[in-house]
């Protein structure tokens, strides 16, 4: 089957670096995605990896292992306003988006 | 501001009864896509269409259907609602299929007693 896990919540303290893991299981594979919701809007897009490595814009890299069947977004010099869920979605061999639930991230002062 | 109209924001339906969630995107992009999102899962796909004309069931069909007349709006219509169908709903649009940025509406939450 195809699957999508990554953390349920993650505390981090403004200004410093988190980290937010997700692992996929797609049929075949053509891209792992990274969007951004905060609470009560519309998720809003923040990066596609496609090949192995690190993608990197501005305070925000997202990194991509195919072998492992892994990603990570990392936010740095946290802000209050990252306060919000991160969603990380795989799209498989029929270009359908495969969803986590996302990770409820909480900025603390 | 280019994107994607939702109505209506929130609607509370008594159970039975139809209900069309409206959406409307002006930045003729040619697929469109209904997602539910609930508490604890990831954003489901309910159905979806590659382009006017033509569209397809996603994971969770089941109670739902849409239209797609025009390549601007795209319908979603729930038949006999029932309470598991509450949900916040999402219209997204992306420029073609495999497309790698969905763009998303401000949702439709839908409660039905």
């Known amino acids: 089957g195809q699957n999508i896990d990554q953390p349920t919540e993650m505390t981090a303290t403004e200004g410093a670096i988190v980290q937010i893991n997700c692992t996929y299981q797609t049929s075949g594979f053509n891209g792992l995605f990274w969007y951004q919701q905060h609470a009560g809007e519309a998720p809003t897009f923040l990066s596609y990896n496609v090949l192995d490595g690190l993608e990197e814009k501005g305070r925000f890299s997202s990194f991509l292992s195919r072998s492992k069947g892994y990603s990570y977004l990392l936010l740095k010099e946290l802000q209050m306003k990252d306060s919000a869920s991160y969603l990380c979605?795989?799209?498989?061999?029929?270009?359908?988006?495969?969803w986590g639930a996302g990770t409820k991230l909480i900025i603390k002062p | 501001t280019a994107g994607i109209t939702q109505a209506p924001t929130s609607q509370i339906l008594a159970a039975g009864r139809s209900m069309t969630l409206r959406c409307t995107q002006d930045m003729r992009h040619n697929a469109m896509y209904w997602y539910r999102q609930d508490l604890g899962l990831g954003l489901r796909l309910i159905h979806y269409?590659?382009?006017?004309?033509?569209?397809g069931k996603g994971e969770v069909p089941d109670g739902y259907s849409v239209s797609r007349a025009n390549t601007d709006d795209f319908p979603l219509t729930l038949a006999s609602a029932v309470p598991s169908q509450t949900s916040v709903y999402f219209c997204?649009?992306?420029?073609?299929?495999?497309?790698?940025?969905?763009?998303f509406g401000a949702g439709s939450r839908l409660t039905v007693l």
């Open positions: 997204a649009s992306s420029d073609d299929v495999g497309a790698n940025v969905l763009t």
């Open positions: 979605a795989g799209m498989d061999s029929n270009y359908q988006l495969i």
């Open positions: 269409s590659n382009t006017a004309g033509t569209t």
